[in-house]
């Protein structure tokens, strides 16, 4: 007969370790990270591994500041993961000083000065994003153009130039160059009175998305469909977000589709695929109840609908997930789950 490995009664699976879990994350980023490098150039890759550079090195920094042994946990993959995790929110040519400062806020911030790993009540990665953003909006919008509308490519030396000495080459300029993603060009048209079949004429737009952000998203869709095999996150909170999102954008697309965007345009545009499998599944900044992890992503879905129609942002993920990690308490109090053993009455 075949055994399987089990804990104590009543008879859990065995705890996985943190390494471990770590990196089943990093591994099954690997298909967007893959799109988002094909489509806006190796800029990506840098800033991935400045992130983790920056990231590792304000954690040893911590660790030694609060006295606790630095190999454990600087060999844990978890500010790997918050630092790729930002690298993919922020435009490839930022420069290097602002992801410096994002992984300042996101490692000492949000994670060590509430007390390191599995304390912190936010999601660092999301905190230094949404701090660099507030602080530095015009540098988080100078996208590229993705590969098929990129009218000129950068090497990687143009690129590490960019980001280090914020040079570009002759005859070309950051207002050339950059470009709006869909969200913002779809914010902006749709105030000047366009129509939707008027906005999705743009080039920027794909068949249902954003030009390139639909491969984009469609990675990270596969990555977290790996990680929901593995048994790495729960369904709850993808399904929540993926389903609130699609629930609330088809009744006013079917009542106007002129006035209000395609369902899919939401999730394949922007970081709301990453944020449902990858962000929003952070075991400690979410809730731990099946109930909360419903109300947890739906409660990020519509957030993030809300700010992309009325806030001051064209993506409005990072600010929706942290306002719902602070919600997250509240919501594992409110849907207790039933005791194992007993019934239910009435």
């Not at 950051?174 to 079949?197: E, S």
């Not at 609130?244 to 589709?257: E, K, Q, S, Y």
């Not at 419903?294 to 809300?306: K, N």
Request: hydrophobic letters at 50%; aromatic letters at 10%; a positive charge.
């Amino acid at each position: 007969m075949r055994t399987f490995p089990t804990a104590g009664a009543p008879h859990l699976p065995p705890p996985t370790r943190v390494r471990g879990v770590m990196a089943a994350v990093l591994l099954a980023l690997l298909p967007g990270i893959a799109a988002c490098a094909g489509f806006f150039g190796p800029g990506v890759l840098v800033q991935i591994a400045l992130a983790c550079a920056f990231a590792l090195g304000f954690e040893a920094m911590m660790l030694r500041l609060r006295g606790v042994p630095a190999a454990p946990f600087l060999g844990d993959l978890s500010a790997p993961v918050t630092a790729t995790l930002y690298a993919l929110c922020i435009p490839p040519l930022t420069p290097w000083w602002i992801t410096l400062l994002a992984m300042a806020a996101a490692i000492v911030l949000a994670k060590h000065l509430y007390g390191g790993l599995g304390h912190n009540l936010f999601n660092p990665a999301m905190v230094g994003y949404a701090t660099v953003l507030v602080c530095f909006p015009r540098a988080l919008s100078e996208w590229l153009p993705p590969a098929p509308l990129a009218t000129q490519a950068l090497g990687f030396g143009d690129t590490l130039s960019a980001i280090f000495l914020g040079h570009l080459p002759a005859g070309l300029g950051w207002d050339t160059l950059a470009q709006a993603t869909p969200l913002d060009t779809l914010r902006t048209l749709a105030r000047q009175g366009a129509t939707m079949p008027e906005i999705h004429a743009n080039p920027v737009f794909g068949d249902f998305g954003g030009e390139g952000w639909e491969w984009i998203a469609g990675g990270y869709a596969l990555g977290g469909l790996f990680l929901l095999w593995r048994r790495v996150i729960r369904w709850h909170v993808p399904a929540a977000v993926l389903g609130a999102t699609v629930l609330l954008t088809v009744p006013p697309w079917l009542a106007d589709p002129d006035v209000h965007p395609f369902p899919l345009q939401h999730l394949f545009s922007g970081g709301l695929m990453l944020a449902a499998w990858f962000v929003a599944t952070d075991p400690v900044t979410g809730c731990t109840t099946p109930r909360g992890r419903l109300l947890f992503g739906a409660g990020v879905a519509a957030l993030t609908l809300a700010i992309r129609r009325w806030g001051g942002y064209p993506d409005g993920v990072a600010f929706a997930v942290l306002i719902m990690n602070g919600a997250a308490p509240l919501l594992d109090r409110l849907t207790p789950p039933r005791p194992y053993g007993h019934a239910r009455h009435g």
